[in-house]
């Protein structure tokens, strides 16, 4: 009956462990909850790599891959101040993005 009462706590603990780690997938998912700062509608990842974002209140995001939603993140906190984006584009040389405020920036990669 020892091993069972030391064994119970083993389990649950692996159990928790194993639910608690998110995929990469689960992550760029809260990724784009964070930039709608509202519900996603639509997030795809195609074959060659694009993501797609829709959001509910109408905002859409096509990236080239998944990495460019961390550099999304980041602008989202730094420069929109975590209300989310409503238009997103990517060139050679920069980003272009607005804030869900309005605000339109421009700014060097």
């Not at 998110?22 to 760029?28: E, G, R, V």
């Not at 989310?84 to 584009?89: D, E």
């Not at 272009?96 to 339109?104: D, I, P």
């Amino acid at each position: 009956m020892k091993l069972l009462k030391i064994g119970l706590p083993i389990l649950a603990a692996t159990v928790i462990a194993g639910c608690a780690q998110n995929s990469q997938q689960d992550n760029y998912l809260e990724a784009s909850f964070e930039l709608c700062n509202t519900e996603v509608n639509l997030y795809s990842v195609s074959d060659d790599g694009r993501v797609r974002i829709v959001c509910k209140d109408g905002a859409k995001f096509a990236l080239n891959s998944e990495k460019t939603l961390d550099i999304m993140r980041d602008i989202n906190i730094d420069y929109c101040n975590g209300e989310g984006l409503g238009q997103f584009s990517e060139s050679r040389k920069y980003y272009s993005f607005r804030c869900k405020s309005g605000t339109l920036l421009n700014i060097n990669k």
